[in-house]
């Protein structure tokens, strides 16, 4: 018996309206598909967009939020029953495999892929149904202060900086600039001292700051506290004092708001590099000729295609990139109000929703 009945879990009916508790039908896992017990799933500020901000999922309302996905494997289809019982992270981009963008290594932007809580039913529930193939393996049993919920921050707000400095070649020669140390900066930081890159963390929030400073941040600016003279100024110090050898900053969006970008890009110096990596609807006033005149690269990714998954999870089992301090799990029952405060930016660390399942 494959199908999973008594599942529930938060759907979004309308934009603008609270998340509403909602049954799901039973599961019943296509022959390359399973059905995951979620052991907790993260909150994004993608899905604020999609609650509140107006930009559409792909499939129609209502539907239920969330690709930040750990959990265990309960049932699977035909073709995919090697997968019963492994505990895994769901990418939050799953990619189709076979069209010319993911034989070309572009999985990110395959327009077959399937997003949890985009394409489908997503993670704020207590199971969901995905796709098998991309699927990342959690070894088990995991290090000491480490859970399967936890991980669950993997699908997105670990990997997505990690696919961005990946591209960026961050290597132990670069000073790395990292705009906005919260959720994702937070990771981001780390991610970065992992690659044996200099490290300047940006942010408006001193908490955040000294978080990044105790996790290997080697300046920590208050953004509020300086303006872009005064942060060029500090970072041309730092960058010299650093011996790195790297021609032009690489530098990071990660705060996900228009205030964050315009400082990210006013940092655009000669040859650097500038990644975007948060997200926000709003648009922001650029000179993009800056890129030109400083023979500066601009790039974005969509997520992180599924191989590159278990190299950015080793480094969470291996300790160099921390979660306990950045992330607070809430019980799933709360998701339409740890959604809301998320969408109010009241919300410190990475929320993980927790369904209330044993086992
Ligand atoms: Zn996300
Ligand atoms: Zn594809």
Known sequence: MASVRGAHGFQ?????A?????????????PEEVIIQVAGCGVCHTDVGYA???VPTRHALPLILGHEISGKIVAAGENSRE???QSVIVPAVIPCGQCPACRQGRETICRQQFMPGNDGDGGFATHVRVPSRGLCPVPEPLPSGLTLEMLSVVADAVTTPYEAMRRAELGPDDVAVVVGAGGVGGFGVQIAVALGAAVVAIDIDRERLDLAARHGAGLALDSSAADLKGLKTAIRTFSKNSG???IGLKI?????TPA?????FGLLDYGAYLAVVGFTPKSVDLRLSNLMAFDATARGNWGC???EYPAALKLVLDGKIALGPYIKTHPLEEAPAVLAAVARHSVRRRAILRPNTAS
């Open 12 to 16: 979004l009916a309308a934009v603008g």
């Open 18 to 30: 609270p998340l509403q508790p909602c049954q799901l039908p039973a599961l019943e896992p296509a």
């Open 52 to 54: 509140f901000d107006g």
């Open 83 to 85: 997968w019963l019982g």
């Open 244 to 246: 790195r050898k790297g």
């Open 252 to 256: 990071f969006e990660m705060s996900g």
């Open 260 to 264: 964050g970008q315009a400082t990210a």
């Open 305 to 307: 295609p599924p191989k």
